[in-house]
């Protein structure tokens, strides 16, 4: 059982489309990471979210804490042919290691010209 | 800015060669990691480096070893590979943890390894 459940698995979008990626767990985090990864290259952290209920907004990325800590949601506007990768989720579970960071699979997206 | 160094980049061995894969990081990090990524399988912690003179065990370390040489350097050797073992290999190095901040991982960008 995936810890961790990211949804979709993969999406295909064309650019100007708004979309949102989710990551839920049945367990509760004491923060939560979502990463981005090119092809050939490793994750690069996007943003932390360790308050329930908490949001984030880096540019046209808005990030979302669940108030329960059990899951988050990314939401891109506007989507652009940059924005095209895997993103990740990654938590700490909370009463775990903090070193021990629970990954997702990712969200494949494809931004489309 | 270097951040977080592994090398080598690519390598391809043969089934019970052994190999070592470094990884070096420039910011003062105090924690290290290794992980290794699968298709289907996301990205699996082999083993952690909590701070300098100490390692743990992740969650899939049968077939490896390491060593925290030093604060900044850490290794990861494969004693004898098996095809089983080809994966991507990350490197990875964060900041004592806070309740502020979470555990926050800064990557390497990869060693491609395959075992024949």
């Known amino acids: 059982t995936q810890l961790l459940e990211q949804s979709p698995q993969f999406l295909s979008i064309q650019e100007g489309e708004n979309l949102t990626v989710y990551c839920n767990s049945s367990s509760v985090f004491s923060s939560l990471q979502w990463y981005r990864q090119e092809p050939g290259e490793g994750p690069v952290l996007l943003v932390t979210?360790?308050?329930?209920?908490e949001v984030k907004k880096l540019k046209r990325l808005t990030f979302q804490f669940g108030d329960a800590r059990k899951d988050s949601s990314l939401h891109i506007t506007a989507a652009q042919p940059g924005d095209t990768g895997l993103y990740l989720c990654?938590?700490?579970?909370?009463?775990?290691?903090?070193?021990?960071?629970?990954f997702g699979k990712g969200t494949l997206l494809t931004v489309n010209p | 800015n270097a951040g977080v160094t592994q090398t080598p980049k690519f390598q391809v061995l043969k089934t019970g060669q052994s190999m070592t894969l470094q990884c070096a990081q420039d910011m003062n990090h105090n924690s290290m990691y290794w992980y290794r990524q699968d298709p289907g399988m996301g990205l699996r912690l082999i083993y952690y480096?909590?701070?300098?003179?100490?390692?743990d065990k992740g969650e899939v370390p049968n077939g490896y070893n390491v060593s925290r040489l030093n604060k900044r350097e850490f290794s990861l050797r494969l004693e004898s590979a098996a095809p089983s073992q080809t994966s991507v290999y990350f490197c990875?190095?964060?900041?004592?943890?806070?309740?502020?901040?979470?555990?926050?991982?800064?990557f390497g960008e990869g060693s491609w390894l395959t075992v024949v």
């Open positions: 979210v360790v308050t329930g209920g």
């Open positions: 990875a190095s964060s900041p004592r943890a806070t309740k502020d901040s979470g555990n926050t991982i800064y």
């Open positions: 990654a938590g700490a579970r909370v009463g775990g290691s903090n070193y021990k960071l629970t």
């Open positions: 480096s909590a701070s300098e003179g100490t390692t």
